[in-house]
């Protein structure tokens, strides 16, 4: 960590030191880099040597057409053919153990694939702020049918979410999220195990705060307490890792992932990775080997489009939250349902609001540090001055948000 902080302080990581031209390329890079991971978002804005871009093209498959559930409809007073319009992206991340690099506890070698990480991304019209919605994999949904290359796959009722992945892939969940959402949807991203290894070993790892140490024998997973930067393995068994570190299991996890996904937003932003090019190409290469896109995302030319659209949103305007969600009163042990208050969720964003405290307190930022959290202003959170105390409506909520991190599995 310390070796890390002093190349970040050295005279080639100041961003004074590149030529406007090199800003720039890191710039686009950046975005393209946070929608094509799950990370998703949005950043610090890039733009780049495009013949040097462009050589990466031929490591991106052909996108997937979708067939829409839900039309979009533009927030009120939002005329069709506005300039700037909100922004919904499908960030996934594949459990598949097939390929090189993906295989991970002997599971899924027969070829099967699950939705192991599913984010909505919202981005606001104005480009001022953007929200990652984690969606459990294990709440009780009713899947609608599909419709994925021209065939039609049966819906199910009271099956498990991350099923819409399974039998009919990220085109399938997609439409699932809108037919229980009512949301258009405009774009997806999947990526795969060996792809986040690769990304995060190409940005000389990711900064975390474990608060207790690991000792899992059975699928040999140990860390030390504290904070510490991860290599890629390291990474994926700490964001996958839900026996010791989670004691609400997979609710848990999610949060664990939104704050190594916060980390990783950051580190991919600061100036240690972006004076640096061998560092970017190296972290677009990673992603863009091992992506899933739809038809709008499938060349560097449509994400350096949408990079540059998005270069406004910076990593201090990112927050990740979860749906609302309560234990299945079928199987309260074990899977979970979205509350009632999922709905006034949705038409937040289908209206293109803030989210408000309801929803964003104890919600993590892209800037934060690893071991705090936001209480859910719109301004980042700001301690007591010397001598002040907080109040008790403060305190409380202080509190509970410290339990609900150290349930996580997360430092406070």
Not at 128 to 140: H, V
Not at 238 to 252: A, F, K, M, N, P
Not at 311 to 338: E, K, M, Y
Not at 377 to 402: C, I, K, N, V, Y
Request: aromatic share 4%.
């Amino acid at each position: 960590m310390n070796d890390d902080h002093t190349e970040a302080a050295g005279p080639t990581a100041t961003s004074e030191t590149a030529t406007p031209h090199r800003r720039n390329t890191h710039r686009r890079a950046v975005w393209m880099t946070i929608v094509a991971t799950h990370l998703v978002l949005v950043l610090a804005t890039v733009g780049g040597v495009v013949f040097t871009l462009n050589s990466l093209n031929g490591n991106i498959e052909d996108g997937a057409s979708v067939e829409h559930k839900v039309e979009e409809v533009l927030p009120d007073g939002v005329a069709q053919d506005a300039k700037k319009k909100p922004l919904n992206i499908l960030v996934m991340g594949s459990d598949s153990r097939v390929g090189d690099g993906n295989g991970i506890d002997g599971e899924n070698e027969d070829g099967s694939e699950r939705s192991d990480t599913v984010i909505l991304l919202h981005v606001s019209r104005d480009r001022t702020n953007a929200y990652g919605i984690s969606l459990p994999r294990d709440a009780m949904i009713d899947r609608p049918d599909c419709m994925v290359d021209g065939e039609t796959i049966p819906g199910e009722s009271y099956v498990r979410f991350n099923t819409a992945f399974s039998v009919g892939g990220p085109v399938c969940t997609l439409q699932t999220v809108e037919q229980l959402t009512g949301i258009h949807v405009h774009h997806f991203v999947v990526l795969d195990f060996a792809g986040f290894k690769d990304m995060v070993d190409a940005v000389d790892g990711v900064e975390v705060c474990i608060p207790t140490e690991v000792d899992d024998d059975e699928h040999d997973i140990h860390f030390d307490a504290g904070t510490q930067v991860l290599d890629g393995d390291q990474a994926l068994n700490y964001v996958r890792e839900r026996y010791q570190l989670s004691v609400t299991g997979d609710i848990g996890r999610m949060k664990r992932q939104q704050a190594f996904i916060a980390s990783m937003i950051k580190k991919v932003s600061s100036a240690g990775t972006l004076s640096q090019p061998t560092r970017v190409y190296g972290f677009l290469d990673a992603v863009t080997n091992s992506i899933k896109v739809d038809d709008g995302l499938d060349t560097v030319d449509k994400l350096y489009d949408l990079a540059m659209e998005l270069r406004t949103t910076g990593p201090s305007s990112i927050r990740f939250i979860t749906v609302p969600i309560l234990p299945d009163p079928n199987n309260p042990d074990v899977t979970l349902v979205w509350s009632e208050s999922a709905d006034d969720l949705w038409e937040l964003v289908k209206q293109d609001q803030k989210l408000g405290k309801d929803f964003t307190e104890g919600s993590i930022r892209a800037n934060d540090d690893v071991g705090t959290t936001d209480e859910g202003d719109d301004e980042p959170t700001e301690s007591p001055s010397d001598g002040e105390t907080l109040s008790p409506e403060a305190t409380e909520r202080a509190e509970a948000q410290a339990q609900e991190r150290r349930m996580a599995g997360l430092c406070v």
